[in-house]
């Protein structure tokens, strides 16, 4: 989309008729997109409220159609990128609201993606500056508000904010919302558990990925991801009722202790070995053990000495040792600091 002057040796020059091409296309492939959803005469006149419904409205629809997240945030941002080099061509001026409109709906998707980033944020920003005032530069599209809630310090884990999220009348947005949150209260909270972080963090994924291939309606995965949040709060107070520390817990955990272990030794043992194992982790961390080979193996032979000094089943001990491994990893550089 550029050539350069003085015989390819000058700075870059635009080819204006090839930005306002692409522009136009990207700008047919968002409205093919949105066929059905009428947003201009609202977003051209409406007060800032109609704006901000239309925005949730906007995002709800996108999230409704197959693979539509994906779909609008790529060709939003292509045709962002498009009209930036057209301006101030008369037909990018002629558009510029509805791309504003729809950079403000993409600009609410991804405060909700937990996959993508954000790496177009400031092209996003300059763009809105340019299209229009409908939305003035410094206003943050709160996910909360779009989604038409009102608590935007609440908890996942709350079961009023819960219910609040289980009778919103936008389903899809319900359930791009939940998914952020869950997946965010799994990364804070169980950051230095690694099996509960990798149990929870599947389940999710799982959820999510059969509402994604319509294997499960919005409401289906909305039950879902909810009986997900009262698992996790559950799981906050195992702590206390095994009567383990944080760190005695995850070393627990990494025993597989659903498995077998505990009906050849016992919760009891099984307990008394994850104590000794916080104990042995600690006294031999070292910021790098992790990266020696030499420290790493003497790490595995002190695992499975105490693994065998207390008959841990042999045919689980290595899978065993591998998790415990990977638990002091987790815990190990915040040790040795």
């Known amino acids: 989309m550029e050539y350069t002057e003085s015989g390819g040796e000058g700075e870059p020059v635009i080819d204006l008729a090839q ?61 962002g990128k498009a009209f930036s080099l057209a301006v101030p061509h008369a037909d990018a001026l002629r558009i510029r609201d509805e791309v504003a409109y729809f950079q403000t709906v993409r600009a609410a998707i991804m405060k909700t993606d937990t996959g993508r ?39 996942v884990l709350d079961e009023k904010f819960l219910a609040e ?29 690694l099996v509960e972080s990798r149990r929870f963090s599947e389940m999710l994924q799982s959820a999510v990925i059969q509402y994604q291939n319509r294997a499960i309606t919005s409401a289906q995965v909305i039950e879902e991801l909810i009986k997900l949040a009262q698992e996790i709060r559950d799981a906050k107070d195992r702590g206390q009722q095994l009567g383990l520390n944080e ?23 099984l307990k008394k070995i994850a104590q000794e194992l916080v104990g042995t982790v600690r006294r031999n961390a070292t910021i790098d053990w992790s990266l020696r080979e030499s420290a790493r193996a003497k790490m595995r032979v002190m ?35």
């Open 117 to 155: 980033g954000t790496s177009d944020e400031e092209l996003d920003l300059a763009v809105r500056q340019i299209v229009s005032k409908a939305v003035s530069t410094d206003e943050v599209v709160d996910v909360f508000k779009v989604a038409g809630l009102e608590h935007p310090d609440i908890s």
């Open 19 to 79: 930005a306002v091409a692409v522009m136009l296309e990207k700008f047919e492939v968002i409205h093919d997109m949105l066929h059905g959803f009428e947003f201009k005469d609202v977003w051209a006149h409406g007060t800032h409220e109609d704006k901000l419904q239309l925005i949730g409205d906007g995002k709800e629809f996108v999230l409704g159609l197959e693979d539509g997240k994906r779909r609008f945030v790529d060709a939003v941002s292509s045709l």
């Open 247 to 269: 760190d005695e817990v995850a070393f627990y955990d990494a025993l597989e202790t659903n498995d077998s272990a505990v009906a050849v030794l016992g919760d009891a043992t």
């Open 303 to 337: 695992v499975k000495r105490l693994l065998r000094k207390y008959g841990y089943p042999p045919d689980k001990t290595e899978h065993a040792t591998q998790l415990v491994l990977a638990q002091a990893e987790v815990v190990c550089e915040e040790w040795a600091a």
């Open 165 to 193: 999220v289980r009778d919103m009348p936008r389903r899809n947005l319900a359930v791009e919302l939940l998914e952020k949150l869950l997946r965010d209260e799994v990364r804070v909270r169980f950051r230095r558990n």
